[in-house]
C-alpha cells in the first residue's frame, strides 16, 4: 500500500534562490525553447536574480523535499499568480492541483479572482489550469491570460 505524499508549502528565503531558479529551469526551459528559440543561460539567470523576490514565493515540497515552487501576489482587484512550477519527475501527481486548490481557498475568502497568464506553447499547463476551473480572458501573441472567480 503507498502512502499519500505529504505536500506541504514553506515560505522561501534568498538562500533558495538557486533552487527556485534549478526548478524553473528544469521544468521551463523547454517552452522558452519552443518560444523564442533559445534557453540564453546568462540572460534567464539574470532575470531570475533581478526577479527573485522570496516574499512572493512558497517552496512546495512533498515529504520534506523540494518539488516545485508557487509565486503568488494579492492585488487589490485579485490574487496573480505569477509562476506555479512543479519539477518534472513530479508532474501529474496533484501537486499543482493542491496548490492550486489553496489559492482558490484563499481568493474566494478574499471574493477576489485568480489570474494568471500561460504561454501558449505549454499545452499540458493550459489543460491543467482549465481542469482546476480557469478560463480564457485574453491573450497575447505567446500568452494566455487566464482567470478563475469563484
Not at 474566494?108 to 499540458?124: A, T
Amino acid at each position: 500500500m503507498h502512502s499519500i505524499p505529504q505536500i506541504s508549502l514553506r515560505e522561501a528565503t534568498e538562500t533558495d534562490s538557486n533552487a527556485v531558479y534549478s526548478l524553473k529551469k528544469a521544468a521551463f526551459s523547454h517552452y522558452v525553447e519552443r518560444q523564442y528559440g533559445n534557453w540564453d543561460e546568462a540572460e534567464q539567470r539574470d532575470y531570475h536574480i533581478a526577479r527573485f523576490a522570496p516574499s512572493e514565493v512558497k517552496i512546495i515540497t512533498v515529504d520534506r523535499r523540494a518539488v516545485g515552487f508557487v509565486s503568488v501576489v494579492a492585488e487589490s482587484d485579485c490574487i496573480k499568480v505569477n509562476q506555479l512550477i512543479i519539477h518534472p519527475n513530479h508532474q501529474g501527481q496533484g501537486i499543482g492541483e493542491h496548490c492550486m486548490a489553496l489559492i482558490k481557498h484563499e481568493a474566494c475568502k478574499k471574493d477576489l479572482p485568480v489570474r494568471l497568464q500561460v504561454m501558449k506553447v505549454n499545452p499540458r499547463a493550459i489543460k491543467f489550469y482549465q481542469r482546476v476551473g480557469f478560463v480564457v480572458a485574453g491573450e497575447t501573441e505567446t500568452h494566455y491570460q487566464m482567470e478563475f472567480k469563484s
